[in-house]
């Protein structure tokens, strides 16, 4: 059985959107946001070990350039930090600009908290019919994007330990935050040495 990097590098073939979604004032129920706002500030905010531009790629980067030096629109990814209320980005999910999508969610699945599940739209549905802190569950909304256009939907669940009212995490939800975040920037980070030179992807 294919491992958690092996499954997240298929969810990341071609044009790719990741979703964060939760209630940052709900404790671990804020996980997806916080991953997704996590990866844009990586994204945008190259850090001070990473390699200095050319003259010629500072034009043309938009300020989109990861630690590792890739830039977004080399390969179509996109980050949407969607909180509680995913069912706005429908227009933009459904107009086929992505052939996969990417659900970041914290999930009640019985696990031990920070335990990590990777479901396809079916499974969204089958085990998460209805998630109290959205006003639309995701597998409503996995079902209605992979309804119009050729787009695999996944969710990227971690399980929580507390969604008492609050700004933080409890520490086994963001020890997988931070396990999560690196896995998939590395991921990127390895697709772009693999991108033929040129080729660029529409976002």
């Known amino acids: 059985m294919p491992d958690l990097r092996e499954q997240l590098q298929a969810c990341l073939q071609g044009r790719v959107c990741l979703v964060g979604v939760g209630n940052a004032d709900q404790g671990d129920d804020g996980f997806g946001v916080r991953l997704a706002e996590s990866l844009k500030s990586e994204i945008r905010n190259p850090k001070s070990e990473a390699r200095a531009l050319a003259p010629e790629e500072t034009s043309s980067d938009y300020g989109l350039r990861a630690s590792f030096g890739f830039r977004i629109s080399d390969f179509g990814f996109e980050v949407l930090v969607a909180h509680t209320t995913p069912e706005r980005r429908l227009a933009r999910l459904t107009d086929g600009a992505f052939d996969h999508i990417l659900f970041l969610d ?98």
């Open 106 to 203: 914290a999930v009640d699945f019985g696990g031990a908290p920070g335990s990590v599940v990777l479901l396809e739209a079916d499974e969204i549905k089958a085990r998460f019919p209805q998630i109290s802190t959205h006003r639309i569950s995701l597998g409503l909304l996995a079902q209605l994007v992979e309804a119009g256009v050729p787009t695999k939907v996944r969710l990227l669940g971690v399980q929580p330990e507390s969604l008492k009212p609050g700004h933080r995490l409890s520490p086994a939800v963001e020890a997988s935050l931070c396990l999560l975040r690196d896995l998939l920037l590395g991921l990127l980070e390895a697709k772009e040495r693999l991108q033929p030179e040129g080729c660029v992807l529409p976002c």
